[in-house]
């Protein structure tokens, strides 16, 4: 599966704003937006002078930046909102929620990868178990009171143990428990919007995708 492997500096260049794709490194680099804040390519600076944005570059834009931030492709990303249409309340709301409840992500938020990609990584080579079982696929869904930990001959590796560190220095988000000697996790319930921390207007990714 085709995935972006160039510099993660230029798609935050080209969404106007920081995406941490990095992770804890984009805390302490200083990321090339501040540099240059405009789109990356060619014509980068003459686009960031353009008039005003359309309604519809609005909503293409905000769904870019919201499939960049998980690190999806663009089939992966429909997918998923096709099935959260489907779901009571909200559709922007349980969009997010079904993208924090991917395993990769909550081995992210719990500290076990710097970044969502590093816990991609970690799950495809089977370094993950979820309730006891090892799990090598990252769209795997967590649901509440699932356990996710990582496996016992892999909890000394560098990756694991440098990220829990900095774990200790800013704690996961409220809807999850993590103890971050034995590095095991649980999810204790469904994230609600407000406690999932992605700036992101998820109404327009809902207007664009129901034209």
């Known amino acids: 599966m085709a995935r972006y492997a160039g510099p993660a500096c230029r798609l935050c260049r080209r969404e106007g704003t920081k995406l941490f794709l990095k992770g804890t490194r984009c805390l302490t680099e200083k990321c090339a937006i501040e540099r240059r804040p405009y789109p990356p390519g060619q014509h980068g600076q ?9 309604e519809y570059q609005k909503q293409l834009r905000e769904k870019q930046k919201v499939k960049r931030i998980y690190g999806l492709t663009e089939k992966q990303f429909r997918n998923i909102f096709d099935r959260v ?6 559709t ?3 969009l997010l929620i079904a993208l924090e409840t991917r395993l990769d992500n ?3 938020r719990m500290g076990f990868a710097a970044s969502r ?30 356990t996710v930990q990582v496996s016992e001959k892999s909890r000394e590796l560098v990756i694991v143990r ?4 900095a774990l200790a220095r800013a704690p996961p ?3 999850l428990t993590v103890d971050t000697q034995k590095a095991v996790g649980k999810l204790t319930e469904l994230p609600t919007r407000d406690a999932i921390p992605v700036a992101a207007q998820e109404q327009l990714i809902v207007e664009l995708y129901s034209k």
């Open 106 to 108: 909550v081995v992210h």
């Open 46 to 54: 003459a686009m960031s002078r353009r008039r005003k944005s359309s």
């Open 117 to 146: 990609k590093a816990a991609r990584q970690l799950v495809r080579h089977r370094h993950i178990e979820v309730n006891g079982r090892t799990v090598d696929i990252p769209s795997y869904v967590v649901r509440p009171n699932d």
């Open 162 to 165: 440098q990220s829990l560190d």
């Open 92 to 94: 922007g709301e349980n």
């Open 85 to 90: 249409r489907l779901w009571p309340g909200m």
């Open 173 to 175: 988000v409220s809807w």
